[in-house]
Structure formats: C-alpha cells, structure tokens
C-alpha cells in the first residue's frame, strides 16, 4: 500500500541529511572550525549573526510544532482517561 514509498522517503531523506552532515564536517575540518557560527565566518566572511538567528528561528518552530504535536496526542488521551473538562485539558497538556 503506502509502506513501501514511505520507506523509500524516509531512506532518500537520511541519505540526503548524512551527506549534508558529512559536507558539513569536511568544511568544518578544512577551517578548524568547532561550530557552524565559525564555519560560516571563515567560509563567506560576513554576516555571522544570519547563522545564529536561523539557528534561532529553527529551534523556536521546532519547539512550537512539538507543542502541537504534544497536545494533539495527548490532549484526548488526558481527556478521555483523567475526566478533566477540555477547557482544563489545554492546560493539562501544555505543562507536560
């Protein structure tokens, strides 16, 4: 049905985010550089701050799809077995 495309994405995708880390690590070696903020200083020389800030960016919508996630999966299940009113479910599931 759907396994056999969703395997094959998934390996194409791990094979494309390993080479991307290796590429990474080459560069990273070829300047002595021990973090990408560095990396990016050496390689293109200006505008260090672009990397923090996407770095920045990255993590911040990271965190707020997993809070979506989290209370998608869980907002039901705390609702269904602790018998909280969904007004407190929110809630509920934004602590954990």
Same mark, same amino acid.
């Given at each position: 049905? $759907?396994s056999?495309?969703?395997?094959g @994405?998934? *390996?194409? @995708? &791990?094979?494309? !985010?390993?080479?991307?880390?290796? @590429?990474l $690590?080459?560069?990273? @070696? /070829?300047?002595? *550089? !021990?973090?990408? /903020? !560095?990396?990016?200083?050496? *390689?293109? $020389? #200006?505008?260090?701050? +672009?990397?923090?800030? !996407?770095? #920045?960016a990255?993590? &911040?919508a #990271?965190a =707020?799809i997993?809070? &979506?996630? =989290? $209370?998608?999966?869980? &907002?039901p299940l =705390?609702?269904?077995?602790?018998?909280?009113?969904?007004?407190?479910t929110?809630? +509920?599931? #934004?602590?954990?």
């Amino acid at each position: 049905t $759907g396994s056999l495309p969703a395997i094959g @994405l998934v *390996a194409f @995708l &791990g094979a494309v !985010s390993c080479g991307s880390f290796l @590429l990474l $690590g080459e560069d990273a @070696l /070829r300047y002595q *550089a !021990s973090d990408v /903020r !560095s990396l990016w200083s050496e *390689a293109v $020389g #200006a505008n260090a701050w +672009a990397v923090d800030a !996407s770095v #920045a960016a990255f993590c &911040g919508a #990271a965190a =707020v799809i997993y809070h &979506g996630i =989290v $209370g998608d999966v869980f &907002g039901p299940l =705390v609702e269904k077995y602790l018998d909280i009113p969904p007004s407190i479910t929110v809630y +509920a599931v #934004a602590l954990l």
